[in-house]
């Protein structure tokens, strides 16, 4: 069966501080990949998606960055973290090609507070 | 990607049906219509998916008339687990990115 990991769970990090959040997936080849943000009382926000290896496609500006160094690994990056980059960062798969029904399958998440 | 509108907030109780209502007016012709269901600190969660009619599992009820320019979720026999954000999503998904947008969903708060 498919599993999708991502660490560290929570983490408190200073203004102006790197960051460097990992996701993982086991049980399937060539997935699609992607990265969301929930603020506190939103909805999520796509932020990035992958449909292979180095292909990264950005949905909105900002001082984060993506990466997908293998078939089943996505990174979320970024070289100064902002206040405004506190949030629940949620990493999501799919299978590459559409179905029906089509799912994403969502990580446990990451707690960012950026202080 | 089709907007969808949907309630913000419902408040139900143990053992009653809840009927959550999305209305999607620009939904064109390839766009399948998804439930996701998140609770507090996790993520979101498959519901159901539908392009026409009515669509059953084991957890709920998809309704979509004709027109398909909205769907009602149905949720037989809520209990307090069930409370939760409900999210409407409207998209093509034929395509391989597979991009999922979500709005503000419908927080239901389940009363015993």
């Known amino acids: 069966s498919q599993t999708i990991h991502q660490w560290p769970a929570t983490l408190v990090q200073p203004v102006g501080s790197p960051l460097s959040l990992e996701c993982t997936v086991e049980g399937t080849s060539n997935p699609n990949l992607y990265w969301y943000r929930q603020a506190a009382g939103r909805g999520l926000q796509l932020l990035f998606y992958s449909v292979g290896i180095g292909q990264i496609s950005s949905e909105v500006p900002q001082n984060l960055s993506a990466s997908r160094p293998q078939d089943r690994q996505f990174i979320l990056s970024s070289k100064k973290l902002l206040l405004s980059d506190s949030g629940f960062y949620l990493c999501?798969?799919?299978?590459?090609?559409?179905?029906?029904?089509?799912?994403?399958?969502f990580g446990p998440g990451t707690r960012l507070t950026v202080t | 990607l089709a907007k969808t509108t949907q309630p913000i907030s419902m408040d139900s109780y143990e053992g009653q049906e809840v009927n959550i209502t999305c209305s999607h007016n620009n939904i064109a012709t390839n766009d399948y219509i998804t439930w996701y269901q998140q609770f507090p600190s996790q993520g979101p969660r498959f519901i159901i998916q539908?392009?026409?009619t009515k669509v059953t599992n084991e957890v709920a009820s998809l309704f979509i008339p004709a027109d398909r320019k909205s769907s009602t979720l149905s949720l037989p026999r809520v209990s307090l687990s069930d409370t939760a954000v409900y999210y409407c999503l409207v998209g093509d998904y034929s395509g391989n990115t597979g991009k999922l947008i979500f709005g503000q969903g419908t927080t239901l708060q389940v009363k015993p």
């Open positions: 539908g392009y026409k």
């Open positions: 999501a798969w799919s299978a590459p090609l559409a179905g029906e029904p089509y799912e994403q399958y």
